[in-house]
């Protein structure tokens, strides 16, 4: 069976429509001096990256019965995201930025802060390789809500040294708050896969009922709480969370009722490129970048933004099949094994 008969169209779009809110909440932090003083970039910032862990998670490995199973899916990840993410610091940054540090000063900048890079990538990596442990480990068990809880605590065992060197040494090396954070959304896409077959998930009645009470809450703390700030305070943490995890069923929701549709309009094919995307976007939008930056809301802010966009996917679909045309550069920028 080929691999567009297997894909889940509906996830798709949802990664074409999130990598599209992505993009425009880099122009906006790029072109505008206001932008996290905004609904929209507030909404944003709750929803864009929650939703990619959660599909992350509902797309997460069902069974790995061999160690040498295991030891396959772990290359495999690391030839995907780890080939991108190090190829971008070493290889794709000197060539497109001009910066003042070496590049074994850039290696260890990011690697002291990941979110300064492709986090996402690096975050990811490790996230999918706990959830394979996991689900190696527990392939055994024959009773499915057994499985289901010694998996969600392998999981969950396999951060705690990320939540020691966090909590206990009080230091955020190689992306430990970036990890433990959006475990929870991976975790939760991990758990949806699980329960999508159950009666209760199945009612229709129940779903619309759910969904409208999630969208008000995530709309709600969107509205009344500035999420992006400096100061990460327990109160911040926890609004979110749930507003990342209420938007994002809502909008998990939306794309899979509208899946057809979206598809048409080219959503589901931008769902796949989405790793190709986010690799090469910020080459695009940081040509507009000036140090006298106007107001979201002005009409220099508007059309500043507006230009980005085009100027972004015009660049960034150039880029994308300039790298593509060759197997070689494809392995190295994008971990796509073509050779």
Known sequence: ?????????????????AIILVCLGHIMQATTSDYYDTKIYNLIYALQMPVFFLISGILSSSKIETSEQLRKKVCK?????????????????????????????????????????????????????????????????????????????????????????????????????????????????????????????????????????????????????????????????????????????VFLNFTNIYANQLSKLGFSTLGRYTLEIYYVHGLAYSLLTSEDLPKVYSIQGISTIFASIVITAVITYVVIIFIKSNKMMDFIFFGKKGL
């Open 77 to 249: 990840r690391a030839c995907v995201y780890l080939i991108p993410f190090i190829s971008r610091i070493v290889i794709f940054n000197p060539i497109f930025w001009k910066t003042q540090s070496t590049i074994w000063e850039e290696i260890c900048r990011i690697l002291i802060s990941v979110d300064s890079g492709l986090w996402f990538l690096w975050v990811l990596f490790f996230l999918c390789v706990n959830c394979d442990v996991a689900v190696f480990f527990t392939k055994s068990i024959k009773n499915r809500n057994n499985r289901i809880i010694l998996e969600s605590g392998i999981y969950f065992a396999l951060l705690i040294p990320w939540i020691v060197e966090l909590f206990v040494f009080k230091v955020n090396y190689l992306g430990a708050k970036l990890i433990i954070y959006y475990s929870v959304f991976y975790f939760l896409g991990r758990v949806s896969k699980h329960l999508s077959n159950t009666r209760l998930i199945k009612g229709k009645r129940i779903r619309e009922v759910a969904v409208a009470i999630l969208a008000c809450i995530g709309m709600y703390i969107v509205s009344h709480y500035r999420l992006f700030i400096d100061v990460d305070s327990i109160e911040i943490i926890i609004l979110r969370v749930l507003s990342g995890v209420c938007l994002s069923y």
């Open 1 to 17: 069976m080929n691999e567009k008969s297997t894909r889940n169209i509906a996830l798709d779009c949802a990664k074409g429509l």
